[in-house]
């Protein structure tokens, strides 16, 4: 078997649906296997696996063991070659598995592969590439200098900006939101650490692989969706799991030292109180019109009794994109993608290229009744149920 993706689950049933849609999707033609762990979620995420994906393995844990052991749990289970940790809250493009997997089979001393991420915005999500966090490095995060100085290499490693975001190359670190290497590589390194619950994980693992000699890659020849905010509130418990995960990574791969200590908290405090302030929900602005990219009619009129607003089709087969574009720029719309007509590729490349702040983007996954996407990268997603 060539391929096994693992997907960890807790409380995304929506996102999980069609996150498992769409890798279905995806590895249509290759050699693969999905593994689904659940993490003792409270929402009906397991029944709706057995009742829409029978022949998805899935494994029903008793209890939450965070993120790296129920990572751990899944790969133990893996037949394939490769694996790739993913994400419940993302969707793959058709073709991303095989570009990925041509890519992988090219290199040398391979270690882990990530791709392009963008949120259900469209924006790109930085953290796709990574530097290492040392100190330095940590302390041009934690107050802005990244922002204030992109040009200068001394300030921008922690988003390893010396590659641009439409750029194959190597980088040290990548994301736990997908992250594909060879199971033998996983297996060497023991995995994701678990004495951490979450959030340095993939750091740590990024890391060993760098410490291992082998070479980590950023490529962006594929594009997947991640909502982000959807598996994680970031509340006080989420403030308190980050500074422990940072702390965790410090002390495990750095000297001690008191100064360096003291710097440590510092800055892990003031960065985890602006992560938690992202997270606030902003007011939810209505949007003023509804366009739904699909070549079935009936919908419209379906989802205009939902919305208690006119929606309007627009055939993605006969209208060029650009078109889309010149028309919607600067209003307050909403465009829904029926994924019944719209591949999962081209909804990733229509909100890709459309993104506007003024628009937001919602998938309609085929063989389903509900609409699911993200407003922003800090909230935790919508999902709206069409009967």
């Not at 999980?16 to 693969?32: K, M």
């Not at 100064?259 to 606030?280: C, E, L, T, Y």
């Not at 929900?281 to 989802?303: H, M």
């Not at 994109?321 to 719309?333: D, E, F, W």
């Amino acid at each position: 078997m060539q391929l096994s993706v693992i997907i960890l689950n807790y409380n995304v049933r929506y996102f999980l649906e069609q996150c498992v849609l769409s890798v279905q999707e995806a590895i249509s033609t290759i050699d693969a296997e999905i593994i689904v762990i659940d993490n003792n979620s409270s929402d009906d995420s397991c029944l709706m696996m057995q009742e829409r994906f029978p022949d998805v393995k899935l494994i029903q844990n008793k209890k939450n063991f965070g993120f790296p052991k129920g990572n751990n749990i899944g790969v133990k289970e893996a037949q394939g070659k490769y694996i790739c940790i993913l994400n419940p809250d993302t969707v793959v493009a058709e073709d991303t598995f095989s570009k990925i997997l041509a890519f992988a089979e090219k290199q040398t001393n391979l270690g882990i592969i990530g791709c392009k991420l963008i949120d259900g915005t469209g924006e790109f999500l930085p953290e796709s590439k990574r530097g290492i966090p040392t100190p330095w490095v940590a302390f041009t995060k934690i107050f802005g200098l990244y922002k204030v100085f992109p040009k200068w290499k001394l300030f921008n490693q922690y988003y390893a900006q010396h590659i641009s975001e439409n750029e194959t190359g190597k980088v040290a670190i990548l994301v736990g939101a997908f992250m594909l290497m060879e199971r033998n590589l996983y297996l060497e390194l023991d995995g994701f650490d678990e004495d951490c619950f979450m959030y340095a994980d993939d750091i740590d693992l990024s890391y060993r692989a760098l410490l291992k000699g082998k070479h980590n890659y950023y490529f962006p020849e594929t594009t997947v969706l991640h909502y982000k905010g959807e598996s994680t509130v970031k509340d006080e418990k989420y403030m308190k799991r980050f500074q422990e995960a940072m702390t965790f990574f410090y002390q495990k791969h750095f000297r001690k030292s008191l100064f360096f200590s003291i710097f440590i908290k510092i800055g892990i405090v003031f960065f985890s109180f602006v992560k938690m302030f992202q997270g606030k929900s902003k007011d939810k602005q209505i949007p003023e019109s509804y366009v739904l990219y699909s070549s079935d009619a009936k919908l419209s009129e379906k989802l205009a009794s939902v919305f208690e607003n006119k929606v309007v089709v627009f055939d993605f087969k006969k209208e060029k994109m650009v078109n889309s574009y010149l028309i919607l720029k600067g209003k307050r719309v909403e465009i829904i993608l029926d994924n019944q007509h719209v591949s999962f590729r081209n909804c990733i490349k229509i909100i890709e290229t459309l993104r506007d702040k003024s628009i937001t983007f919602k998938i309609f996954p085929k063989s389903t009744s509900f609409i699911i996407g993200s407003n922003s990268r800090n909230d935790r997603g919508q999902v709206v149920k069409i009967e």
